[in-house]
């Protein structure tokens, strides 16, 4: 076989060079081509796995759910070559959802025997995600990440960009329409094909990444005191009985700004753009190798 292994270097805590290279040598010392290729810069992934389409039989995204993203664009048709996550990245969200193991030892194992499993594939305009997409909060936080970051970054590498998106925070005042229903008012929204968000937090409990639509919750209150009083509730699973939250699912999600500046947006962790923006989703597209 041959094996693209894409790694971000900068993943995580940057403590998956090891990782990697375990994988790399355990599958050469298999007979499989190898080429292991390390990003340097945002859009790196993108341009290496778009020029390797269709000459390797599976992509290895050794890094986060960003690097994920990253391959998953850059592929001209996401649905033709199998691709493996080696989580070394902060959340790790859709490994997690796939219960795919991070022992590089097992993952040569999965390339050669694993079941394939076909997600769906997000749609944000003209880009893909395949696990989250929000809108608000978060968003503004992935913003101060990308001016700020040095680096790896992990955990706590996000706890200044919090309190810099905290400083002088203002909620938007976002319109979301789901499918043909009237629009809801929020002024916070997390759209995810995973039970787990930021690999903490249980958002959307009931999300698959194959269920064939996109879940969804809306924060009714996202001022500074809202936010607080959810922590807890998306810790234990519990949004869907609060009366300041929504917890539904659709096929179509359009997000606007009622007034203001537009929104920011994110999806799979990294700034992405503003508001407006739709998603939607693809019913199982994208080939996993999973145990």
């Given at each position: ?89 902060t959340a790790n969200m859709l490994a ?28 944000a305009g003209g880009s893909r995600f ?36 905290l400083r002088g925070y203002r909620a ?120």
């Amino acid at each position: 076989m041959k094996v693209l292994v894409v790694a971000n270097p900068a993943a995580g805590s940057g403590r998956g060079r090891e990782r990697t290279e375990v994988l790399v040598r355990r599958l050469e010392a298999r007979g499989h081509a190898v080429e292991r290729f390390a990003t340097r810069a945002p859009g790196d992934a993108c341009r290496r796995v778009a020029e390797a389409e269709g000459a390797v039989d599976c992509i290895v995204a050794a890094g986060g759910d960003g690097t994920l993203n990253e391959v998953v664009n850059g592929l001209a048709d996401p649905s033709r070559t199998p691709l493996l996550p080696l989580a070394l990245g902060t959340a790790n969200m859709l490994a997690g959802a796939l219960g795919i193991p991070r022992d590089p030892v097992v993952l040569a194992e999965l390339i050669e025997r694993g079941a394939l499993r076909r997600i769906d594939l997000g749609l944000a305009g003209g880009s893909r995600f395949l696990g989250v997409a929000g809108v608000g909060f978060d968003a503004m936080v992935t913003e101060a990440v990308r001016r700020t970051r040095r680096g790896t970054l992990g955990y706590p590498g996000y706890a200044l960009p919090i309190l810099r998106t905290l400083r002088g925070y203002r909620a938007p005042r976002l319109r979301v329409t789901l499918d043909d229903r009237a629009p809801e008012a929020c002024g916070f929204l997390i759209v995810a094909k995973l039970p787990n968000y930021g690999g903490l937090f249980a958002v959307t409990p009931d999300a698959r990444p194959d269920s064939g639509h996109l879940d969804a919750c809306l924060f009714r209150d996202a001022s500074f005191g809202g936010l607080v009083r959810i922590v807890r509730p998306a810790w234990q699973g519990r949004l869907a009985l609060r009366n300041d939250c929504l917890v539904t699912s659709a096929h179509r999600i359009r997000i606007e700004t009622e007034d203001g500046p537009p929104a920011s947006v994110q999806l799979d962790g990294d700034a992405w753009g503003k508001t407006p923006v739709d998603l939607s989703v693809e019913a199982r597209v994208v080939p996993m190798l999973v145990p």
